[in-house]
């Protein structure tokens, strides 16, 4: 079989990897791909947002099965365009794709159809939201309506802050359009747990859950970033809750999509609070996370493309899902600065033992040298009968990888092992 996955990160690298298995699968093209990524595909120099280049690309090569991994082409309606020329993809259709490209949509969605999320407001005038902040509780939650590249979520800790994020939302227009309407919400607190789910628009499987890593330094301190590490199972996530979670929101979800004409097909990501008073929905995503797919993946024990396949023809209540008993770490390494400003260009070294536990996602090929690109640069992957011995290989691995200026966190999965039992 001839596979296309569309986009150019670590996440993409993850997928790749995993399909690779599968020993039908003659050849796979990453559009755009990376440096790292061309060890594993052929690399073709397409952005992930040019639906028609893509399009004509899988005509061209005569691709048997596409994979749509980021948001953007998602939203921009790449699966429905793949579909018109005969071409069956992984992913949501565009009007299913807006349950993370309307942030104001699936917070209705969730109202309407009693799936448990924060209370909250929805604004498209700036002086009515100012005028809200003045009484709302804090901290609060604002947040930007559309895609903001995982930067238009700002919790304000003071009023004063509120109304600064407000004003470069709505006013200044730091996000674009994203930032026309904008959600006011209750801020939420607890354990937050990433579950994703594959799904066919009826069935629903969760994958295993995992715990993300947002703040750039140790100790959970500095800016938040894309995810600077992750590890699988996140051990808050119980059996009792895995169960309340797919009862009262996951398969509400599957259905409430369903019953307002927009099934959804492909990953499903539960971004979830465990709250005092039960799980919350914090967002959903329409696609594979980043980082969580490095940690989630290693540990999926059936063969990634039939599964993919039967989320796309509809058979996955007839399709064996299983994942390892087993966890998975992995540590993101970045570019001095980053989420701030960062240098490029720095050479990169692999141990040639160790491009089998690498994922890349911000580096290029120069000359035949891997060099940076991007800031979160690479995830070193671990997995292991327990989360404790993920996280040793992980990090024994990551000192033996070197950049200039790189950084990583040294602290990841600390919480998980303090809640887990061993």
Do not use: W
Not at 56 to 82: M, Q, R, S, T, W
Not at 136 to 158: F, H, Q, R, Y
């Amino acid at each position: 079989m001839k596979l296309m996955v569309v986009g150019g990160g670590g996440r993409e690298h993850a997928i790749i990897k995993k399909l690779k298995e599968n020993p039908a699968v003659e050849v796979i093209y990453a559009l755009p791909g990376n440096g790292g990524i061309a060890r594993d595909a052929v690399c073709v120099d397409i952005g992930a947002k040019d639906i028609p280049a893509i399009v004509a690309f899988a005509v061209e090569k005569g691709i048997d099965y596409a994979v749509v991994a980021p948001d953007d082409p998602l939203v921009l309606g790449a699966v429905d365009a793949l579909a018109e020329r005969g071409i069956p993809a992984f992913g949501p259709r565009k009007n299913a794709a807006i349950l993370e490209g309307s942030k104001v949509f699936y917070k209705n969605l969730m109202k309407k159809h009693g799936i448990p999320t924060a209370s909250y407001e929805v604004f498209e005038d700036a002086e009515a939201a100012l005028s809200y902040l003045d009484t709302a509780p804090l901290p609060t939650v604002i947040k930007a309506d559309g895609l903001a590249l995982g930067k238009g979520v700002i919790i304000a800790e003071t009023r004063e802050a509120a109304r600064a994020a407000v004003r470069e939302m709505m006013e200044e227009h730091v996000f674009g359009k994203s930032g026309d309407r904008i959600v006011i919400e209750e801020f939420l607190t607890g354990p937050e747990v990433s579950v994703l789910a594959f799904t066919d628009g009826k069935t629903l499987v969760p994958m295993v859950s995992s715990m993300d890593h947002k703040r750039a330094g140790d100790g959970d301190t500095g800016l938040n970033t894309g995810g600077m590490g992750t590890v699988a199972p996140n051990p808050y996530y119980t059996r009792e809750v895995a169960a309340e979670c797919m009862e009262t929101i996951f398969l509400p979800t599957v259905r409430a999509m369903a019953a307002e004409g927009r099934p959804f097909t492909g990953c499903l990501y539960f971004g979830l609070m465990l709250t005092p008073k039960g799980p919350r929905v914090i967002e959903y995503n329409c696609r594979f996370g980043d980082p969580e797919t490095q940690v989630v993946l290693p540990l999926l024990e059936s063969d990634l493309l039939t599964v993919m396949m039967a989320t796309t023809n509809g058979t996955l209540d007839k399709t064996p899902v299983t994942f390892s008993e087993g966890a998975a770490a992995c540590v993101i390494m970045a570019s001095g600065g980053y989420p701030s400003a960062y240098a490029k260009g720095y050479p990169i070294e692999i141990p040639d033992d160790l491009h089998d536990h690498v994922v890349v996602a911000g580096a290029v090929d120069r000359d035949g040298t891997l060099v940076t690109s991007g800031g979160r640069v690479l995830g070193v992957l671990a997995t292991a009968p327990t989360l404790r011995e993920a996280l040793a290989t992980a990090y024994a691995r990551t000192e033996r990888i070197t950049f200039r200026d790189a950084f990583y966190r040294h602290d990841i999965g600390k919480r998980a092992l303090a809640a887990v039992k061993e």
